[in-house]
């Protein structure tokens, strides 16, 4: 028996600046449990997509009653593996994640879409699937019933963490366009530039 969760999600920004927030999303105070994130492989196709595959690292808080589970010298933190293809033409970008550790107690796996709205401009969608399964035998139900909960939980942060991303890369974008403005306007009073010449 596997959990199974989808939902959709209507971003208000264009797809390209979701992804470049995407890449940018941690830290973030939202997703204080992510710890690292690290590239471990990226490759351009001929095709023109980008491919990656990054590991990242996170806090395992668990309830009291499921940590008899865990022998007391085992690792809290959760690797989890994250692959993601950009995907320019179709305008869509695809990660799949799920865990590399504590399989046995919990495996969890997830695939996102992000893809430009053809309905609405300057608008992202995101469709997000997860499926969440327990080897636990005589406590997979209750398991998978407290990883959904954590999952929908975590699924909030994570949008809170991508619009805070999305608020710095809006504001990164503000600022170089008041800064490119600004410039303009001192080449037209002939503040800038080169000197004229005697």
């Not at 023109?48 to 589970?69: D, G, Q, Y």
């Amino acid at each position: 028996m596997v959990k199974y969760f989808s939902n959709s999600t209507d971003i208000r920004s264009t797809w390209d600046h979701v992804v470049s927030a995407f890449w940018q999303r941690y830290p973030n105070p939202f997703s204080t449990h992510v710890l690292t994130e690290d590239v471990v492989y990226r490759e351009v196709t001929a095709d023109h997509r980008l491919l990656s595959r990054r590991l990242l690292t996170k806090t395992n808080r668990l309830p009291r009653w499921a940590e008899r589970f865990f022998p007391s010298g085992m690792s809290r933190s959760v690797y989890i593996i994250e692959d993601s293809i950009v995907d320019p033409v179709t305008r869509s970008l695809t990660t799949y994640t799920w865990n590399l550790n504590h399989t046995t107690l919990m495996s969890v796996e997830e695939r996102c879409v992000f893809q430009e709205s053809g309905e609405q401009p300057a608008s992202t969608q995101l469709k997000r699937e997860a499926w969440i399964s327990s080897s636990v035998y005589g406590f997979s139900r209750p398991i998978q019933e407290f990883g959904l909960a954590r999952f929908k939980s975590n699924q909030v942060k994570a949008m809170k963490g991508l619009e805070y991303a999305l608020s710095n890369l809006h504001g990164m974008y503000t600022a170089a366009a008041v800064k490119g403005e600004k410039c303009k306007g001192k080449v037209e009073k002939g503040l800038l530039g080169p000197r004229p010449t005697s």
